[in-house]
């Protein structure tokens, strides 16, 4: 499985990006996705998951009411809308397939992309 994470980039505090992460390989409607972030000086940390119909998300608490997780199968792709950003969502994020387990934990996810860089400016 290969996952290819993009749409980072340089934004104002209060502005909004759309991450995407295509997924090339095995069948990705098998996988529940994940999106987690990793700033600067701190530990990864997860930010939203969903399962692999879509029918359920998760999110950490600092992406509630602030970030979205969808994916279409169709595409093999899965979004992280985020809007109202802030200087502290300035971090890589990072897409991922899950395994087996806990949603929240980077451990329980198989496969990552490389990354994309968010910046969010004061």
């Known amino acids: 499985v290969q996952l290819q994470a993009s749409g980072g980039g340089l934004v104002q505090a209060g502005g909004s990006l759309r991450l995407s992460c295509a997924v090339s390989?095995?069948?990705?409607?098998?996988?529940?996705m994940g999106w987690f972030r990793r700033a600067p000086g701190k530990e990864r940390e997860h930010v939203a998951a969903?399962?692999?119909?879509?029918?359920?998300?998760y999110y950490a608490d600092s992406a509630k009411g602030r970030f979205t997780i969808s994916r279409d199968n169709a595409k093999n792709t899965v979004y992280l809308q985020m809007n109202s950003l802030k200087p502290e969502d300035t971090a890589v994020y990072y897409c991922?397939?899950?395994?087996?387990?806990?949603?929240?934990?980077?451990?329980?996810?198989?496969?990552w992309g490389q990354g994309t860089e968010v910046t969010v400016s004061s």
């Open positions: 969903i399962t692999w119909s879509g029918g359920f998300t």
């Open positions: 991922a397939a899950h395994g087996s387990g806990s949603y929240y934990l980077r451990t329980s996810y198989h496969y």
């Open positions: 390989g095995r069948t990705f409607s098998r996988y529940a």
